[in-house]
């Protein structure tokens, strides 16, 4: 609870519930289900993961429940930062090595 002060009361307890959800802990790769200096995640509608991973300079996008991602694929990327996916689809990517932005339609 949070007193009317604004500090966390006495009582308060935090849930140390913590899953890794992709990726192996320990281990870079720019393979399907691995992560290699993942920097900015976006969780759309349908509860896929969509991930900017810079190391690899892909967009990885995992399923709702899979630990294995497609490819974003079309795209030249220089270490991804940052991913926006709108309503109807559309990614905004932060191409930070390119200084761009970009406006992918699915």
Do not use: E
Not at 64 to 75: A, E
Not at 80 to 103: K, Q
């Amino acid at each position: 609870c949070i007193a009317q002060n604004g500090t966390v009361c006495t009582t308060a307890s935090w849930n140390n519930t913590i899953r890794n959800v992709v990726g192996i802990v320990g281990s870079a790769s720019s393979a399907a289900n691995y992560l290699y200096y993942p920097y900015d995640v976006f969780i759309d509608r349908s509860q896929s993961l969509f991930v900017a991973d810079c190391g690899s300079n892909r967009i990885k996008k995992f399923l709702n429940g899979s630990t294995t991602s497609t490819t974003i694929s079309g795209l030249t990327l220089s270490c991804p930062s940052g991913i926006f996916v709108t309503r109807d689809g559309a990614l905004y990517i932060i191409d930070l090595s390119n200084y761009r932005i970009l406006r992918w339609n699915n």
